[in-house]
């Protein structure tokens, strides 16, 4: 049982729209790491917040943004949405220095329509 | 594109051996990683191994890599029906704790 939550499970947006997704990381976790997997592919990564800062990003524009709160739960926003933002998003998280300690979590499935 | 490649769809009869490839081209990965997905689910790590190894076994799991071919492998045994899934290979590298490039997958379907 993973101890990740991700909310919601599904989502559907309309092109334009802005979008929050959730992410509860597991107990004692202070990385968090989002991906983003289209449909057939694997996981793309999109940036990683370290002790509430941003600690690598990959490419991706910058109207995806993501905080990360003390509790260690973190957001993940997408502003102006484009069709090609559909897809799942997984957010896993860990502590630096746990070889394969990544937990994901079972993603948000997001539709833009 | 992907750094890390994959073949796209294995298809294997229950009780046999599957063994799913995965080629990367960056000489700095540190770990490389095997992930299991299984529809509408998250990722669950099977197994891992460290670039200074070549081989790991873990119970039914066999991990093979080939530092110099850039190749690693994992192998199934006795593959069962609950091994039907999506199987990525990923690796990181050691400037960039936390970002793991995945390959595309291999579909794996067990057939009884």
């Known amino acids: 049982e993973t101890g990740v939550t991700q909310s919601p499970t599904h989502l559907i947006k309309t092109r334009g729209q802005q979008v929050t997704l959730r992410c509860s990381s597991q107990?004692?976790?202070?990385?968090v790491s989002w991906y983003q997997q289209a449909l057939g592919q694997g996981p793309q990564f999109i940036f990683q917040y370290y002790r509430e800062e941003e600690n690598g990003r990959g490419n991706f524009p910058p109207r995806f943004s993501g905080l990360q709160f003390p509790n260690y739960s973190s957001e993940l926003n997408v502003n102006a949405l484009e069709l090609d933002d559909s897809a799942l998003y997984l957010c896993?998280?860990?502590?630096?220095?746990?070889?394969?300690?990544?937990?994901f979590g079972s993603g948000t499935r997001l539709t833009v329509v | 594109g992907e750094d890390v490649e994959q073949s796209l769809f294995l298809s294997v009869r229950e009780g046999d051996s599957s063994v799913i490839n995965c080629t990367y081209t960056d000489s700095s990965s540190t770990y490389l990683y095997w992930y299991k997905q299984e529809p509408g689910a998250g990722l669950q790590l099977l197994t891992y191994?460290?670039?200074?190894?070549d081989m790991k076994q873990d119970q039914r799991l066999t991990v093979l890599l080939n530092k110099k071919d850039k190749h690693l492998s994992l192998r199934i045994a006795d593959t069962q029906t609950g091994d039907s899934a999506i199987y990525f290979c990923?690796?990181?590298?050691?400037?960039?704790?936390?970002?793991?490039?995945f390959g595309a997958g291999t579909q794996v379907v067990v057939t009884p």
């Open positions: 107990s004692g976790h202070n990385t």
């Open positions: 191994i460290f670039s200074n190894m």
């Open positions: 896993a998280s860990s502590t630096p220095g746990t070889v394969g300690g990544y937990t």
């Open positions: 990923a690796e990181t590298l050691s400037d960039s704790w936390g970002k793991l490039q």
